[in-house]
């Protein structure tokens, strides 16, 4: 877990040293080896959220630098990181919609180790990975369009970013850093418990615009969204709140998108 956060803070930190506090180093107290660090250097900050604008023209500036240091142009990340505590799939793939796909599977496993067994889950799951998927993530890719991965922080909620007491600059900590659809980034931004919401997607879009097809972007948003309740699901057992918008969202995305990919075209032969 500690050797993954210091991986995807460097090179973060690479690409964006004045966003993202370098990393000094990472490793195991002597004195008891189950337990481990991630040395930083220390940055003054205020515990508020940055304006909107200077947010997420640095998110957006990121995004965008960060394509030139893909050198594999796949999904994932060299070593395995973590959301807090919960490993991510980080496994290189070619292609986004099968890369997230695996993601989302590995994300529902942890979450049903945690939790007993979900009819609802389970009888939405396989419509939700074979038909909304391909979807709503394989036309980001065909018919003559393409994706370029980008490095995304990962974890991007109010309490991993602040202001640097200096500059008055965004900065953004705690990564759990992936190659990924630069709006995976903002899957956390749609929930209604955090600080980052509508305002900041609007603005991000300013800097970096909607990935075509564009008028798939509101569902695509929600089902990147599914992470942002499946981790936290997983992190809270005493709670079935999480899992409640888990099952809320799978609902609303495979009602409408039933005949899976092959809608896409039919949608295509009505207009």
Same mark, same amino acid.
């Given at each position: 877990?500690?050797?993954?956060?210091?991986?995807?803070? !460097?090179?973060?930190?690479?690409?964006?040293?004045?966003?993202?506090?370098?990393?000094?180093?990472?490793?195991?107290? &002597?004195?008891?080896?189950?337990?481990?660090?991630?040395?930083?250097?220390?940055?003054?900050?205020?515990?508020? =959220?940055? *304006?909107?604008?200077?947010?997420?023209?640095?998110?957006? @500036?990121?995004?965008?630098?960060?394509?030139?240091?893909?050198l594999?142009?796949k999904?994932?990340?060299?070593?395995?990181?973590?959301?807090?505590?919960?490993?991510q799939?980080?496994? %290189?793939?070619?292609?986004?919609?099968?890369?997230?796909?695996e993601?989302?599977?590995?994300?529902?496993?942890? &979450?049903?180790?945690?939790?007993?067994?979900?009819? @609802?889950?389970?009888?939405?799951?396989?419509?939700?990975? &074979? !038909?909304?998927?391909?979807?709503?993530?394989?036309?980001?890719?065909?018919?003559?369009?393409?994706?370029?991965?980008?490095? =995304?922080?990962?974890?991007l909620?109010?309490?991993?970013?602040?202001?640097?007491? !200096?500059? #008055?600059?965004?900065?953004?900590? #705690?990564?759990?850093?992936?190659?990924?659809?630069?709006?995976?980034?903002?899957?956390? %931004?749609?929930?209604?418990?955090?600080?980052?919401?509508k305002?900041?997607?609007?603005?991000?879009?300013?800097?970096?615009p909607?990935?075509?097809?564009?008028? @798939?972007?509101? *569902?695509?948003?929600?089902?990147?969204?599914? =992470?942002?309740?499946?981790h936290?699901?997983?992190?809270?057992?005493?709670?079935?709140?999480?899992? #409640?918008?888990?099952?809320?969202?799978?609902?609303?995305? =495979?009602?409408?998108?039933?005949?899976?990919?092959?809608?896409?075209?039919?949608?295509?032969?009505?207009?």
């Amino acid at each position: 877990m500690a050797q993954g956060e210091y991986e995807g803070v !460097k090179l973060l930190h690479s690409i964006s040293p004045d966003l993202v506090p370098g990393p000094i180093g990472v490793g195991t107290y &002597e004195t008891d080896e189950n337990l481990h660090f991630v040395l930083s250097h220390f940055v003054d900050m205020y515990d508020e =959220v940055p *304006d909107v604008v200077d947010f997420c023209k640095s998110i957006a @500036d990121l995004h965008h630098r960060s394509m030139d240091y893909s050198l594999n142009a796949k999904y994932g990340f060299g070593v395995t990181t973590c959301n807090e505590t919960i490993p991510q799939h980080t496994r %290189w793939t070619l292609s986004w919609e099968l890369f997230f796909t695996e993601a989302l599977k590995d994300a529902f496993r942890l &979450e049903e180790q945690v939790h007993e067994p979900s009819p @609802d889950i389970s009888g939405m799951l396989p419509a939700l990975c &074979e !038909k909304v998927c391909p979807r709503l993530l394989r036309p980001l890719e065909t018919e003559g369009r393409t994706l370029r991965p980008c490095l =995304v922080h990962g974890d991007l909620w109010d309490g991993n970013v602040a202001v640097h007491a !200096k500059t #008055d600059k965004p900065i953004i900590f #705690d990564a759990s850093a992936l190659w990924a659809h630069n709006e995976y980034e903002l899957h956390i %931004w749609r929930a209604a418990r955090y600080k980052l919401r509508k305002a900041f997607v609007k603005e991000y879009f300013n800097h970096f615009p909607i990935s075509p097809p564009e008028h @798939d972007w509101r *569902d695509r948003h929600l089902l990147y969204s599914l =992470v942002a309740d499946l981790h936290p699901s997983t992190l809270f057992k005493r709670t079935n709140r999480f899992r #409640d918008l888990v099952i809320r969202s799978m609902q609303e995305l =495979v009602e409408k998108f039933p005949n899976g990919y092959e809608g896409t075209a039919k949608r295509k032969d009505n207009e």
